[in-house]
């Protein structure tokens, strides 16, 4: 068991709580930027995918884990920070004012969307965001002369400074690093009080509210962060695509980044990680499967949406927490061992709620 | 002088006229409490003041400004601050983080600000930490400062829901049944807390209390309401004698 003395008021603001974080996440960032020296060159390039769901992923967390918003949209965030990324570039602006810009729109946009919905919860709000992406949908369709409609969009190679860095290795390292940028604003968000105050919209709307918390400014606030990273990560996605077309960006993109965070762990970071590898690697996964699989087994079609639901189902019944449930579960046991209670995790029923006011 | 004058309040629900024209003054530096049989308006009225209800007749006057329309997150920054009824604190957070967003109206730092944790950011932190603190020791929640709220028993989160509302610094407060559901002893703490709070912060308070020897001990005037219509505003001994009191609560 690890007991933390605490002596500064600073020792709970620090990202680096104590020296296992130190060493564990040292660790886990020695691994991944010396991924592309022992990595097979076509999984640098998946991994590079991993970080792109993973940013993506930052955003959608934001607002379905932190804020308790739900989106079956953000596909078409996704979609509009790829095109307005690609359209720049074609345009010759620089990667980084593109990618830049593409984030802003995205956010703008995502600002926008945020503030009809402002009165909406739960299925209601899904219905609407699912109806903000099938508009944005069909506008990738039928602006032809922006988007190139169904014949879709070169995207021109990522070059920075002269740089090529459409190899696997460095649009890994550039993944990585915006990735690793968006966390730290991510944590830094969440450290201060306007992450504070999404933790309180999630958990007691009429509670934030009495405490000052403006619920309109953060919820608008919350859907354009998470647009912006989210169109963020479609700016990455549009070089990994390399070309760019309406149907890269459906229902079924919107579900698996939803399926994402929750199957990571709704209201963690570590579950945006997890999450983007099970997403990033499963489909990886699957096709190893098919090969190893009897034939019979293996030319099942639609085996690939089969199994993502059937893994949605079993943690939303087994481990709401997700993942990252449980990996604190495991944690915990190796450090208790041998004196883990099987019941510390145990859900208890509670019957304290207020009567809602909405 | 008047902290807090509602004249002639009324909120109607469709048919259901919850609260009555009912007139109040609280005074600055009272303990002042509203008792009532169920159903009396009790909370209603809380809501009304702490602007959850619109306010369908009447006004809601606060330190000489007129809160009956203003926006309802914006009552905090006034000075009211409220307890819930059956808590309404945010479940799975920490009580550390719970007493901070209470801090949140004090915070004076950008978006962009904490997007980069600016030392400006830093040192707001920590002066909220040590504002925290001073709650956290006044209630006597050293050891439940990182426990998530929903692993808490009722008691502790009832103290919780007040240290928050203290941690706005309120000039108001007010506390919805701030006795139920705790045991005689967690009860007799409590007088003395809410004497230290009113007293010591110097800190008004109103509560909707059942409790009577709770009301006699700790306020100042009580106000009677039955069927959403005031009774009495009186000493708590008066209030406890009158006869139309009486028979509110013990019918005909």
């Known amino acids: 068991m690890r007991y933390i003395r605490k002596t500064s008021y600073l020792q709970d603001i620090r990202l680096v709580q104590h020296r296992g974080h130190l060493l564990w996440y040292g660790l886990a960032l020695l691994v991944v930027f010396t991924g592309p020296l022992w990595l097979d060159r076509y999984l640098v390039g998946e991994f590079a995918l991993v970080f792109i769901y993973a940013i993506a992923g930052l955003g959608l ?19 509009i920070g790829a095109y307005t990324h690609a359209y720049l570039l074609n345009l010759g602006v620089p990667l980084p004012v593109a990618m830049f810009a593409a984030s802003l729109f995205s956010a703008l946009v995502g600002g926008l969307v945020g503030i009809p919905t402002l009165r909406m919860t739960g299925i209601y709000l899904a219905v609407a965001t699912l109806a903000f992406a099938v508009i944005v949908e069909q506008v990738l369709v039928h602006w032809e002369s922006v988007t190139g409609g169904f014949r879709g969009m070169a995207v021109p190679k990522p070059e920075f400074l002269g740089l090529d860095i459409s190899s696997p290795a460095a649009f890994y390292f550039l993944c990585l690093a915006i990735l690793l940028g968006s966390m730290v604003l991510v944590m830094n968000l969440l450290r201060s009080p306007t992450g504070r105050a999404m933790t309180a919209v999630r958990d007691s709307e009429t509670s934030a509210e009495s405490m000052g918390v403006n619920l309109a400014r953060t919820k608008v606030l919350v859907f354009a962060l998470s647009a912006a990273f989210t169109g963020l990560a479609g700016a990455l996605f549009a070089h990994r695509l390399s070309y760019l077309a309406p149907d890269a960006f459906t229902l079924i993109t919107s579900i698996q980044l939803l399926l994402m965070v929750v199957v990571g762990g709704l209201g963690s970071l570590h579950g945006v990680i997890f999450g983007a590898i099970f997403i990033g690697l499963l489909p990886q996964g699957i096709a190893i499967f098919r090969d190893a699989a009897p034939t019979a087994v293996a030319q099942i079609p639609g085996l690939e949406p089969a199994i993502f639901g059937a893994m949605l189902i079993l943690v939303l019944i087994y481990e709401p927490l997700g993942i990252y449930g449980r990996w604190c579960k495991i944690r915990l046991f190796f450090e208790e061992f041998p004196l883990y209670r099987k019941s510390t995790y145990k859900r208890q029923k509670s019957f304290l709620r207020t009567e809602r006011l909405h | 002088m008047s902290l807090l004058a509602a004249s002639k309040l009324s909120v109607h629900f469709g048919g259901v006229k919850a609260v009555q024209e009912v007139s109040f003054t609280v005074r600055e530096g009272e303990v002042f409490s509203i008792v009532g049989p169920n159903g009396a308006g009790k909370t209603t009225i809380f ?25 309802t997150h ?40 904490e997007l980069f944790f600016l030392p400006s950011v830093k040192r707001q932190e920590l002066k909220f930490r040590e504002a925290v603190e001073d709650v956290i020791d006044l209630l006597d929640l050293q050891s439940y400062r990182d426990k998530i709220i929903g692993s808490l028993p009722y008691g502790v989160r009832k103290m919780v829901e007040i240290a928050r509302a203290l941690c706005t610094r309120p000039k108001l407060l007010l506390l919805d049944e701030p006795s139920s559901g705790l045991n005689p002893e967690e009860t007799e703490d409590l007088s003395f807390w809410l004497e230290d709070i009113n007293q010591d912060l110097g800190i008004t308070i109103i509560m909707v209390e059942h409790d009577m020897n709770l009301v006699s001990q700790a306020s100042h005037r009580v106000m009677a309401l039955a069927d959403g219509q005031l009774i009495t505003i009186g000493s708590p001994q008066e209030v406890q004698s009158h006869p139309q009191v009486l028979r509110a609560y013990l019918g005909d």
């Open chain 2, 47 to 71: 809501n009304l003041v702490s602007r959850i209800y619109d306010t369908t007749h009447g006004s809601i006057v606060f330190a000489g400004q007129d809160i009956t329309q203003i926006a």
């Open chain 2, 74 to 113: 914006k009552v905090a920054e006034l000075g009211i601050a409220r307890t819930f009824q059956n808590t309404e604190l945010f479940e799975r957070e920490t009580v550390l983080n719970n007493l901070l967003i209470g801090c949140h109206i004090h915070r004076k730092t950008s978006l962009l600000e």
């Open chain 1, 61 to 79: 967390m934001l607002l379905v884990g932190y804020t308790g918003l739900v989106s079956l949209g953000h596909a078409a965030f996704l979609a």
